[in-house]
């Protein structure tokens, strides 16, 4: 277990954005108490000191590991908190225009491409709304104001917002590196496992085989009765090396993902935990290959995930369904001890889920608490067209692979 504590990326962004505008309220207050007295410029540091605080609201989704959510509060509470300053000091609209675009840098990495679209579309808005309002304020306030100060006040502001954009760009390069960098670690340590779990296993019988085998040979003329004897065990080993070989290509790359798709293999997946397990797939049909073993490969991980820490006797369903026509939702949800997501020893599991699902254009969650189970759940981009099969709940054990 690392005794390091990495500040999430996104605790950094909320940290300096109040940072900002704690800056901007001092200010405000500032320009008001000692060079143009107004109260509209109380008006917009009060907007902006409750935005600040609003933005807190963040660290809520990001205590429960739900960045998406994180940053679609950030975006909302940052573009509201634009429009005072955007009617009461117009002269900001370029410090405006750039934060407005903030939380959709910031949101790069977290977010599916249509919630990155959705972000991009209320950024753009807000942006041509604060131009909207910038161009019908004026008066007032201005008339008070130093000719000078404007300048000053964008000259401080604007390299602190083109500034985050930089930071976040490369944080954003770095956490896809990283992503890439653990994707091919865990291909690695995969084969290590394949090669240690061959050798431990089948390979070690088959050579027992082997030199049985010859021994039999020996017996056959001395000791018939014998050689028939040790011929039998032998059989009865050779089809237990077959059996480990099988488990392990489950686990590799099962046959029944490529051959019948993901419903055939989660159900054997499922199969050997019995009734404790239940499986639900609903409209799910053939999806690209490459979709199918980034779902299936995470169901898997959460799978063992449940069996080996939620207890001998949590419940778990897996559940994949199309929720749209382009979408496909999984989850694989337990009843058992549940953890805290936010003080969990980081395994190799968790992050390899998040990466695969990533990788697809996804994305994925997990909701936990010690005593309350836990879910793993995540949704992935599909082509529209696709032959759906396999409707209905099927129960592992029950079902035909
Ligand atoms: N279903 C679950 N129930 C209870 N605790 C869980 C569950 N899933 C994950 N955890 C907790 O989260 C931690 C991290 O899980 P993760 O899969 O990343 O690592 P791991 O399973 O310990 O190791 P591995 O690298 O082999 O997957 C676990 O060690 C466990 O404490
Ligand atoms: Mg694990």
Known sequence: ???????????????????????GVAALLAVHVFLAPHPLLVVEAVAVAVGGAALGAARRPLGRDDPARAVSVIAVVSWLTLLAPAAVTPFVEPVLVVAALLPVVLAIPYVSPRHLAVLVV???????????????????????????????????FLPAATGMIGLLSGHNHQAMAASRARLVASTDQARRGIERDLHDGAQQRLV???????????LVEEDPDGAVELLADLE?????????????????YPAALTDFGLAAALTAAARPHGRRCRLEMCDVGRLPEATESAVYFSCLEALQNAVKHAGPDAVITIRCERTRPDRLRFSVRDDGAGFDPTRARAGAGLANIADRVSAMGGNARITSAPGHGTCVAGEVPLPQRGRPHGAGAVIAGEAQT
């Open 122 to 156: 209320g950024s753009t808005s807000v942006a041509g709304a604060v131009a909207v309002i910038t161009a019908g304020a004026g008066g007032g306030v201005m008339d008070q104001l130093p000719g000078w100060l404007p300048t000053v006040v964008v000259a401080a």
């Open 208 to 218: 027992s085989v082997a030199m049985q085998l010859g021994l039999a040979r020996s």
């Open 1 to 23: 277990m690392s005794a390091e504590v990495r500040r999430h990326p996104i605790e950094t962004f909320l940290r300096y954005d109040q940072a900002t505008c704690g800056l």
């Open 236 to 252: 009865a080993q050779a089809h237990l090396a077959l059996a480990e070989l099988r488990d392990l290509c489950l686990g590799v």
